[in-house]
């Protein structure tokens, strides 16, 4: 099966910078790439996905990358701000079209981002 | 507003007891879904189901059970054969463009 590993753990960053949060996956069959966000508490947050078709995909201040041949993707967040603190998670998954079914998702272990002031 | 509730919020269970998580969904969404989340260890899929009156075991399924006679309903049940039921449990529904979770339950066994 799909198995996604991410780093770091812990990142923290001064308000402004930038924030990277890389992930690997493991099946070459995966063609979908969610980042969630998990504020305390909370259940996570859909914050933006990317497809295999496609190298990049921009959100304001939310980017996420694909390498589909080294099979690693990243979130970049610019211009950090206080309320980006959460656990962000990434997920892979191998969506062929299931009718009605929807993906199985499987996850990273989470970085918890630290903005200060 | 569409969504996704889970019910309750805090839930606490004596040892050798069941319990049942509730998680109901007017997102029209097939698919659903329950995970198990530890500190360190992410999201751990426990069952799925993509389609009324059929699911799949996940990763984590032993001493898990649910039922999925409706639609909209996907109870999730602790049973007293799950040796570490302490837990954060979160719901979730989704088609092919990713999930939408519940806000979770967090159980405690007592």
């Known amino acids: 099966g799909e198995n996604v590993e991410q780093h770091p753990s812990t990142l923290s960053v001064q308000e402004g910078d930038s924030a990277v949060i890389k992930c690997t996956y493991s099946?070459?069959?995966?063609?979908?790439f969610p980042w969630y966000k998990q504020e305390l508490g909370k259940g996570p947050q859909l914050i933006i996905d990317?497809?295999?078709?496609?190298g990049e995909k921009k959100d304001q201040r939310i980017a996420v990358t694909l390498n589909k041949t080294a099979k690693h993707f990243s979130l970049h967040i610019t211009e950090t701000q206080p309320e980006d603190s959460a656990v962000y998670f990434c997920?892979?998954?191998?969506?062929?079209?299931?009718?009605?079914?929807?993906?199985?998702?499987?996850f990273g272990t989470g970085t918890q981002l630290k903005v200060e002031l | 507003d569409g969504g996704i509730t889970q019910s309750p919020k805090y839930l606490f269970r004596k040892e050798g007891q069941n319990v049942t998580l509730s998680c109901e969904q007017n997102?029209?969404?097939?698919?659903m879904y329950w995970y198990r989340q530890d500190p360190g260890q992410g999201l751990r899929l426990i069952y799925y189901?993509?389609?009324?009156?059929?699911?799949q075991k996940g990763d984590i399924a032993e001493g898990y059970s649910v039922s999925r006679e409706k639609k909209e309903s996907f109870p999730l049940t602790v049973t007293s054969a799950q040796k570490n039921p302490t837990a954060f449990y979160l719901c979730?529904?989704?088609?092919?463009?990713?999930?939408?979770f519940g806000s979770g339950t967090r159980l405690t066994v007592v």
């Open positions: 979730a529904s989704g088609r092919l463009d990713g999930y939408t």
């Open positions: 099946d070459s069959a995966s063609n979908y």
């Open positions: 990317i497809r295999s078709n496609v």
């Open positions: 997920a892979a998954s191998n969506s062929r079209g299931l009718t009605g079914g929807g993906n199985k998702l499987t």
């Open positions: 997102l029209n969404h097939d698919a």
């Open positions: 189901s993509q389609i009324v009156n059929d699911f």
